[in-house]
């Protein structure tokens, strides 16, 4: 190996050493800033308990308008239970002050209202990791490849775990985009009890806002839970 090799891994070495957390949410942050619109396709499933569990698909999309952050996902869900299915039909919205949940599920519709950090929305910047680092304590794995991509891998472990939820959850971000395109959180014997993937992203679409605000139907009952 020739001298010049050496210094180079040396070199490489050296960088990926100097990497913390503070230097990659950093990094991550300043790239996800230059998007000011973004959407993808999002696949999810979830272990709710033995037996029971739920699988979705949809999309997401994120847009920045009069210096808000909004957001919308439009998803179809699958639950099975004891052998039985359940079909619904999920979009949530955030206009950049409240955030609703739409669900219609066996011909019924409910419409939930809740705080703005309580929506999922977010895949990066500023706000996403002031969320992150208040409900969790955060970790710097090694680097790994979604699906050929590389990305950084940080554990979140709850700062306030719930009964029956996830002890720790790995978020792995792209690296060019800066953004998360995968999530799993796990229990503490190792098993998954949930995922979300996104994939076929497109930067900077042309969005219209409008498909971020909520308008409900006369006569549609909003269960407030802002309070919670």
Known sequence: MTR?????????????SA??????EKTLTEKFQKHTSLSADMKMTM????GMSA??????????????????SDIKMTMSHSGQTTESHVVSTFDGENAYTINEMMGQKQV????????????GGSAFWADL?????????PDEKVDGVPTYVIQGTPKQPVPQGSSSTKYYFDKSLGMMIKMVGQNTAGDTLMAVTLSNIKLNPKLDPARFEF??????????MTGR
């Open 4 to 16: 010049l090799a050496c210094l180079a891994i040396l070199a490489t070495v050296a960088t990926a």
């Open 19 to 24: 990497e913390t957390l503070e230097n990659v």
């Open 47 to 50: 272990q709710m308990a033995p």
């Open 55 to 72: 699988e979705s698909a949809g999309t997401m999309e994120f847009m920045l308008h009069d210096g808000k952050e909004l957001f919308r």
């Open 112 to 123: 939930i209202r809740t705080k703005p950090g309580q929506t999922a929305g977010r895949a």
């Open 133 to 141: 680092k208040r409900e969790n304590t955060l970790k710097l794995l």
């Open 215 to 224: 308008k409900p139907e006369p006569g549609t009952n909003v269960i407030d």
